[in-house]
């Protein structure tokens, strides 16, 4: 079970830290992802970790700006988002996967957590 938190109304150019608190299997088996999904729009890869934390992926749009990270012992997963950009408003998602960090591999999703970047 994965849940999201953090999100909130902001302005362009703010810093938001999203966490996902994620229960009932071993965390550090799984890849852990972030995903986002505006208004009308289709749902987006944003970020994704490996299991030990040793190798990060991002969306073009969001590198050099947010930043995934992980805590094993904690079983929690973050997105730090810097430099936010109205774009950047959607419901985030986080999300698991126990095979590879492909879009599709990632089959535990949880409820997400609205971000809204004001201009």
């Known amino acids: 079970q994965l849940q999201a938190s953090g999100g909130g109304l902001v302005q362009a150019g703010d810093s938001l830290r999203l966490s996902c608190a994620a229960s009932?299997?071993?965390?550090?088996?799984?890849?852990m992802g972030w995903f986002r999904q505006a208004p009308g729009k289709e749902r987006e890869f944003v970020a994704a970790?490996?299991?030990?934390?040793?190798?990060?992926n991002y969306l073009d749009s969001v590198k050099g700006r947010f930043t995934i990270s992980r805590d094993n012992a904690k079983n929690m997963v973050y997105l730090q988002m810097n430099s936010l950009k109205p774009e950047d408003t959607a419901v985030y998602l986080c999300?698991?996967?126990?095979?590879?960090?492909?879009?599709?591999?990632?089959?535990?999703w949880g409820q997400g957590t609205l971000v809204t970047v004001s201009s």
């Open positions: 970790i490996t299991r030990g934390g040793s190798n990060r």
């Open positions: 999300a698991a996967s126990s095979k590879g960090w492909s879009f599709g591999d990632f089959a535990s």
């Open positions: 009932g299997g071993i965390f550090r088996n799984y890849a």
